[in-house]
């Protein structure tokens, strides 16, 4: 009998050298992936922390827009009550006035400092005319503050309404139908 001499056949399995290789290269991987999803998660939880903080600070800016109005009138309220012989009413109404003030002072609203005679800018003001100048020094800048502008933290609840001089030439318009 004839017998046939085996000779060692070489496996297809992967040598242990070629494993070690390729799950330290799927370890890489799936760190680097591990790594990208740890600071995306860094990211989204510092942006929502950012938006919630900035939520916080503008909340009641809807409410504060509404009471607006209300310290306007008592401002002019103690405007007149200034000028009446009153003084206990006149003195009343004043503590009545910056407890409020100071209430939605102490809840973030800021006044926005315009002065007569500033420049007017666009970006901070709101022109709701303009008059003739007296001097050419005073063109473009704040004659008259109308309204009080304030804000909440950085964002602007209300605009100041000012007057701003200007220099006319008027021209003889024909308007022809």
């Known amino acids: 009998m004839a017998t046939k001499n085996k000779k060692p056949s070489k496996s297809k399995t992967p040598s242990l050298k070629d ?3 390729s799950i330290s290269v799927e370890l ?57 012989e009153y003084s206990d009413l006149t003195q009343g109404f ?6 409020y003030k100071s209430v939605l002072e102490s809840n973030g609203l800021e006044i926005i400092e315009v002065n007569k005679g500033d420049k007017f800018d666009s970006e901070k003001h709101e022109a709701i005319t303009q008059i003739k100048a007296t001097d050419k020094k005073m063109i473009g800048k704040i004659v008259d503050i109308v309204e009080t502008g304030y ?3 950085e964002k602007i609840l209300r605009y100041p309404k000012v007057v701003v001089a200007n220099w006319f030439k008027w021209k003889k318009i024909i308007i022809k139908f």
């Open 19 to 21: 494993q070690v290789k």
């Open 28 to 84: 890489k991987e799936e760190k680097d992936k591990f790594l990208r999803l740890f600071a995306e998660f860094e990211n989204y939880r510092k942006r929502t922390a950012k938006e919630r903080l900035d939520l916080f600070k503008t909340a009641s800016s809807e409410l504060m827009i509404s009471l607006l109005p209300i310290l306007d009138d008592m401002e002019r309220a103690l405007i007149e009550f200034q000028k009446n």
């Open 94 to 99: 004043q503590l009545i006035y910056s407890k």
């Open 151 to 153: 804000s909440l933290g």
